[in-house]
């Protein structure tokens, strides 16, 4: 697989509905700062499509935890923040733990 710098307009085509496992249990943990962690579940498997360097567009299979980073960086490059992956009730419960911290 061609490293990440080197594509470009990548998007997920396709994704399985099966949701990587890493850690203890859970998709990947971010941090939104100290004792604010979440996890957030993606499919453990996904088809990306992208134009490398030289122009050519290139379609690449993904399993696993790479799977987990490529669809985290192209959200990010979407403006999809890894917070609004999380139901709400989650997210209310972080931003709430994430204030608390902020007040010591």
């Known amino acids: ?6 594509k470009l307009s990548p998007a997920v085509v396709r994704n399985t509905n099966t949701p990587g496992t890493y850690g ?6 971010l941090k939104v700062g100290p004792g604010a ?8 498997h996904v088809r990306v499509s992208y134009q490398d360097v ?3 567009f ?5 399993d696993g935890l790479l799977a987990v ?6 959200d990010q490059l ?3 923040f890894w917070l609004q992956r999380l139901s709400r009730l989650k997210r209310d ?3 709430k733990k994430w204030e608390k911290q902020q007040k010591r």
Do not use: S, Y
């Not at 203890?24 to 943990?29: E, H």
């Not at 962690?37 to 453990?44: K, L, Q």
């Not at 290139?58 to 993904?62: K, S």
């Not at 980073?69 to 192209?74: G, P, T």
């Open 54 to 56: 030289d122009g050519t």
């Open 1 to 6: 697989m061609a490293r990440a710098i080197e």
């Open 93 to 95: 419960r972080l931003v």
């Open 37 to 44: 962690i979440e996890t957030v579940e993606r499919p453990a």
């Open 24 to 29: 203890d249990g859970g998709g990947l943990w």
């Open 58 to 62: 290139t379609t690449e299979e993904a």
């Open 69 to 74: 980073c490529l669809q985290h960086e192209i």
């Open 78 to 80: 979407d403006g999809v």
